[in-house]
Nanobody, 125 residues
């Protein structure tokens, strides 16, 4: 399976963006998907994930209520909706997928076997 992440860009603080992660080579059915981000000089951080068939998990408290994950099986796409963006949300965002992780592994980057290429999100103050 290949993942293509897109939708990043430059946005002002308080704005919104929706990132897309398109599956190819397979349907997204049966796959759990996580969104991660990495800012310069920092480690990769778990943002939000959805396990097949539907339970979700969100990373640190500052993300809850602002970032949500959803999927559209007809478009073979998983989305990351980001609202009330802050300058500290600036990072490269990656989507990842796995057909075999359990719920407790949603936030563990090493548990995913498929990764997209990343999309840059820059939030200006």
């Amino acid at each position: 399976v290949q993942l293509q992440a897109s939708g990043g860009g430059l946005v002002q603080a308080g704005g919104s963006l929706r990132l897309s992660c398109v599956f190819s080579g397979s349907t997204l059915s049966g796959y759990s998907v996580g969104w991660f981000r990495q800012a310069p000089g920092k480690e990769r951080e778990f943002v939000v994930g959805i396990r097949w068939p539907g339970s979700t998990a969100t990373g640190e408290d500052s993300l809850k209520g602002r970032f949500t994950i959803s999927r559209d099986r007809t478009k073979n796409t998983v989305y990351l909706q980001m609202n009330s963006l802050k300058p500290e949300d600036t990072a490269v965002y990656y989507c990842a997928a796995s057909s075999r992780i359990i719920y407790s592994q949603l936030g563990v980057a090493s548990a995913y076997e498929h990764w997209g290429q990343g999309t840059q999100v820059t939030v200006s103050s």
